[in-house]
């Protein structure tokens, strides 16, 4: 039986590059299924042309919304009242919301106050409430930088690069473990270090170990040089099981 958790991607085209799709549908591949695969715009305006071949390709829905008033995003209205219709059939588990709007927090708090689990997606000048307002938080940007082959640089706008400082940096993250390790550990002082990255996810969306270049959070947790660290072998498999505990 397939277990894997079923989303629906809803894409703001008005606020996200085509440039983007390969990472938005790898990265929720890692999370479960991609039921829903559906980008919004008015697709009359020559600025949505280059999401046209790449729509065919990804197999990924279009919907037109008409730009009613000049100066407002047309796609809000229809991706919330979309994302409602598709909660309450019941066929997803959660939804990715694919966006540097900060229009969709309420829509993310309220898909989350009925159960579902929240992924957004953007460009690291999102605001912070639609962050908090996710289970869990990617930069776009940052992953295509990590991306980029060694000693390719790319020149950041302001934009860019004022979003960039509002990312959880790495002294809020490192007090963070040190206080999860302390409230939760044994009578010994370990802790199972998956336990310490689903804590600390919970209290900042957006942290992932490749915002600090790194793959996984293992090598991450050891480059603190804060902890011991020890495996156990579950039995019957090569899997381990790993700890940390403070020096």
């Known amino acids: 039986m397939n277990n894997d958790k079923r989303y ?30 559906r980008i919004y715009g008015d697709w009359t305006k020559p600025n949505l042309s280059s999401w046209k071949n790449v729509l065919l390709e990804h197999s990924i829905t279009p919907i037109q919304q008409y730009r009613y008033t000049t100066g407002k995003n047309s796609t809000d209205s229809a991706m919330i009242i979309d994302a409602m219709d598709i909660l309450y059939s019941e066929y997803v588990d959660g939804f990715c919301l694919v966006s ?53 640089t790319t020149r950041k706008s302001k934009e860019e690069q004022e979003g960039s400082d509002r990312i959880s940096n790495y002294d809020t993250i490192r007090k963070a473990i040190i206080t999860i390790v302390q409230e939760n550990d044994d009578e010994d002082g370990w802790i199972f270090i998956g336990d310490i990255r689903n804590k600390l996810q919970k209290r900042y969306p957006d942290f992932d170990v490749r915002n600090f270049g790194f793959n996984k959070f293992t090598p991450f947790i050891q480059s603190l040089d804060l902890f011991e660290i020890k495996s156990e072998r579950i039995s019957g498999s090569n899997n381990k099981l790993i700890y940390v505990r403070e020096k």
Request: aromatic share 8%; with cysteine; hydrophobic share 40%.
């Open 8 to 37: 629906a991607v809803l894409i703001d085209a008005d606020n996200i590059s085509e440039k983007y799709i390969k990472i938005i549908l790898d990265e929720i591949s890692n999370d479960g299924i991609a039921t829903y695969k």
């Open 100 to 152: 540097s709007d900060s229009d969709f927090t309420r829509l993310a708090a309220r898909l989350r106050e009925s159960g579902m689990d929240v992924i957004g997606m953007g460009e690291s000048k999102t605001p912070k409430p639609f962050i908090a307002a996710c289970n869990k938080f990617k930069y776009l940007d940052l992953l295509a930088m990590a991306d980029q082959p060694a000693g390719t």
